[in-house]
């Protein structure tokens, strides 16, 4: 499979699924949605879903460090989503060539769904993200994209415990 084929089989995991089983947003006023004050906030985009923002309006792709990232106007169709957002708060990460699904370590600062761990979040998007994974597992791009992100995301669960999160 290539990337692109695997970015959007992934995709469409997440096309119906959400945390929970109402609105999240209407919780939280769809704070993951909110750029901070002065910043302009970009979602990291996985291998070929670039050509899909670059140019609808109102939405602008940046190279990042950690690859290409989008910048979204704030609202958005579900279908426009990036599978960054269809997974958030949870991420598809690789433990001994198996996937998981485990909480973003960036959740905690944003999501009110954080605190309640992996299992408060709805059955049917634990499993639309694990299927992701390992649809992402089948092309070697998006794989190595799956592994870099959980090497990132145990480097930060690590800062944090160095700083006292639990
Ligand atoms: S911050 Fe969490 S609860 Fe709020 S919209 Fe985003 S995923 Fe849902
Ligand atoms: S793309 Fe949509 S879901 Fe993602 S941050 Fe922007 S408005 Fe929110």
Redesign the pocket.
């Known amino acids: 499979m290539t990337a692109r084929e695997a970015v959007e089989k992934a995709r469409e995991c997440l096309e119906k699924v959400t ?1 929970l089983e109402s609105d ?2 209407e ?2 006023a ?3 949605c909110r750029s901070l004050e002065g910043e302009e906030t970009g979602m990291l985009l996985f291998p070929g879903e670039e050509e899909r923002y670059q140019h609808m309006e109102g939405w602008k792709v940046l190279s990042g460090s950690a690859g290409n990232v989008v910048v979204c106007p704030g609202r958005c169709n579900r279908n426009e989503r990036p599978l960054s957002c269809r997974i ?2 949870l991420l598809p990460v690789v433990r001994k060539g198996e996937i998981r699904a485990a909480m973003d370590q960036r959740a905690s600062a ?4 954080a605190g309640y761990g992996v299992k408060g979040l709805s059955e049917a998007f634990r499993e639309g993200v694990r299927e992701a994974g390992r649809l992402l597992m089948e092309s070697e791009e998006t794989r190595q994209t799956l592994e870099e992100m959980t090497r990132r995301q145990d480097e930060l669960k690590a800062l944090r415990a160095a700083f006292g999160a639990k």
């Open positions: 945390p999240c947003g919780l939280c769809a704070r993951c958030f708060p944003v999501c009110p769904l």
